[in-house]
């Protein structure tokens, strides 16, 4: 096995194997050692983790670079590109972070606002300890609400259905809350959908209104949406099941938004994370400060739980998970997701200029760890020294 190897290392190795499975090698680009890193990574990983399909991309100064493998739903041929359509699951939590920094930065929000506040639900959101839960608890994981609402599963065909407003109003009206505000971190799914919700509720319109406005418009993101339209859904990318078997693509409530509620390609993620390491622009320069911030350290928290799967968390950002420099390695804001027989992983070294971002169909807690550090290497491989 592979499982070794590191970084270009990888690479090293893939261009034997390029030679005896008979691939061809990319053609060459603009930043060709750009293109021989990601297609030599992306092919070891995709031999290593024996997965239906997987993508990868990334970006070094402004360059970009996709390669696919494998194919978009078992047995069909098609090998995912650029425009592949597919859930991304927690990723969108950085997109609602993002979002809280756009409203921060123009002052309709202030991250220490109480979410019983900004909320606008008939419901007394539970307090411990003298402590509220802010607009930063939510997007920090530090609010101390639980991972999930607890709520019966419904029908195989709509499994989510039951993930409503009325749900997660229930919850909080009895007390859902497990240490105060801020003083610990516990990863959160219920706390993000409650900060989307919240973030609407101040702007005055429905989170997917404001998501547009202030992100996916502004940024060029055509393909990113909370609902794929049935013309696009031909490009959709088909989940699997941790045994194989194939996942629906079963629709979100309009209460998952903010935790889990987005589609996207690559090619957008590229250009999401394009706007990421654009750091001297002055194009929504403030919200791009705010939303690179480090805002909890690891070492004031207890409990802390949910947030290393990959790679150990030292800092806590607008949902970014922070991990400080390791020798080769800079600093990284990294996000991971998982959905409907998705899992994905995206990072971007802010100082260095380099962004990865790889997806697979198929769930298999092993692959997505790898893929996580391949990613990681691979940017570490990348960053200018």
């Known amino acids: 096995m592979l499982h070794?190897?590191?970084?270009?290392?990888?690479?090293?190795?893939?261009?034997s194997l390029i030679g005896i499975l008979g691939l061809v090698p990319p053609a060459a680009a603009k930043d060709s050692l750009l293109e021989e890193a990601v297609s030599f990574s992306g092919q070891v990983l995709y031999l290593q983790t024996d997965v239906p399909g997987l993508i990868i991309g990334a970006v070094r100064d402004g360059e970009t670079a996709v390669f696919g493998f494998g194919e978009t739903a078992k047995g069909n041929?098609?090998?995912?590109?650029?425009?592949?359509?597919?859930?991304?699951?927690?990723?969108?939590?950085?997109?609602?972070?993002?979002?809280?920094?756009?409203?921060?930065?123009?002052?309709?929000v202030e991250f220490t606002d109480r979410l019983q506040d900004r909320l606008g639900w008939d419901v007394e959101v539970p307090v411990l300890d003298g402590k509220p839960i802010r607009l930063i608890d939510l997007a920090t994981h530090t609010s101390g609400l639980p991972r999930e609402v607890d709520v019966?599963?419904?029908?195989?065909?709509?499994?989510?259905?039951?993930?409503?407003?009325?749900?997660?109003?229930?919850?909080?009206?009895?007390?859902?809350?497990?240490?105060?505000?801020?003083?610990?971190?516990?990863?959160?799914?219920?706390?993000f959908d409650m900060l989307a919700v919240a973030l609407g509720s101040a702007a005055g319109k429905p989170y997917a209104e404001l998501l547009a406005e202030r992100v996916l418009e502004p940024m060029?993101?055509?393909?990113?949406?909370?609902?794929?339209?049935?013309?696009?859904?031909?490009?959709?990318?088909?989940?699997?099941?941790?045994?194989?078997?194939?996942?629906p693509d079963v629709p979100n409530t309009p209460v998952m938004a903010g935790a889990s509620g987005l589609y996207t390609t690559t090619n957008d993620m590229l250009k999401w994370l394009e706007w990421h390491l654009d750091r001297f622009s002055p194009?929504?320069?403030?919200?791009?400060m705010l939303n690179h911030a480090s805002y909890v350290q690891r070492d004031a928290l207890?409990?802390?739980?949910?947030?290393?799967?990959?790679?150990?968390?030292?800092?806590?950002?607008?949902g970014w998970v922070v991990m400080q420099p390791e020798g080769d390695r800079p600093l990284l804001l990294q996000k991971a997701g998982g959905r409907q027989g998705m899992f994905v992983y995206h990072a971007f070294a802010p100082a260095r200029g380099v962004g990865v971002f790889v997806a697979i169909n198929e769930f298999d807690f092993a692959a997505s760890m790898l893929m996580a550090e391949v990613v990681n290497d691979l940017i570490a491989d990348l960053a200018p020294r």
């Open 4 to 15: 070794w190897m590191t970084g270009l290392k990888r690479a090293t190795v893939a261009v």
């Open 77 to 108: 041929g098609k090998v995912p590109d650029g425009d592949t359509l597919m859930r991304v699951g927690s990723i969108s939590k950085v997109f609602t972070g993002a979002v809280l920094a756009s409203l921060a930065a123009d002052g309709t």
């Open 152 to 191: 019966e599963r419904g029908p195989d065909d709509d499994p989510f259905s039951t993930v409503t407003k009325e749900a997660y109003s229930k919850a909080l009206a009895e007390g859902a809350q497990l240490f105060p505000a801020g003083t610990g971190g516990l990863y959160s799914n219920f706390g």
């Open 220 to 247: 060029g993101l055509k393909d990113t949406t909370l609902a794929p339209g049935e013309a696009d859904r031909h490009r959709l990318m088909q989940g699997h099941n941790f045994d194989g078997s194939p996942l």
């Open 283 to 288: 194009d929504m320069a403030e919200m791009r």
């Open 302 to 318: 207890d409990p802390t739980y949910g947030f290393d799967e990959s790679g150990h968390m030292d800092a806590m950002g607008l």
